[in-house]
């Protein structure tokens, strides 16, 4: 074998180990890469609620933009509008919507008896379990206002927000959206209500943006889904840091 032939098959060798070192390396990295990759794509979770619903027109109106968005929400709905209009209550559970409790008259708990207490919270699952064959597990107290000592008995997990727009004074759906969007952030509970026009546009409005922000929109049965939990009695959930917190 002469020098050069001797020299080239060393070259080639040199070449071929190096190149297979590269390889090598690079497939020791892949895996972080991919980890780091799979992390940056989770979405960001919040939770879109209504409260005092539904009403014939405002809260068809809006399942039909949520249905065309793909998003699901939770309606906490009030006992005497549910029985007055329980196609809409179909609609709500047929779109996979998650349907809570917020009493039959929208009275404040804590100002009255133990009896109307449970009058009001036992009412309105009966016209909600008769509407779909299910019992609400949650309720949303108005104003906020509950009682801990009545859960065991009434076998409901109250749950709050942490953003409140107050749409309920605003005179314009711009107001609402912008008091939502400038402070949203992830693991938010959204509060508005399918009683306005201005929070129906709005609450649309909200989603679109959010969604292009890579928000996921999930309901409050969803949270505890997603994190592989039960909900746990004498806790009221402010916001799903709430279920991080008690549960994972």
Partial sequence: M????KWKNYFWAGTLAAALLVCR????????RTVAWAEDTVPKRVALTFDDGPYPNLTRQLLDGLRERGVKASFFVVGENAKAYPDVIEMM??????????????VQLTEVGEEKFKEEI????????EITGETPAFIRPPYGSWNKKYEEELNLFPVLW??????WCCNSSQCVYQRVVTTVK???IILLHDCYETSVTAALSIVDSLQA????????????????????????????????RNYE
């Fill in 93 to 106: 559970y047929e779109d996979g919507h998650l349907i809570g409790n917020h009493t039959y008259h929208h």
């Fill in 2 to 5: 002469g020098k050069n032939t």
């Fill in 213 to 244: 922000q890579g928000y996921e929109f999930v309901t409050i049965r969803d949270i505890f889904k997603k994190s592989g939990t039960k909900p746990q009695k004498n806790v009221i959930y402010m916001g799903i840091d709430d279920v991080r």
């Fill in 186 to 188: 992830e693991n938010d």
């Fill in 122 to 129: 036992r009412m309105t699952n009966a016209v909600l379990s």
């Fill in 25 to 32: 390396l690079a497939l020791w990295r892949l895996p972080e």
């Fill in 162 to 167: 942490t953003v409140d727009p107050l749409d």
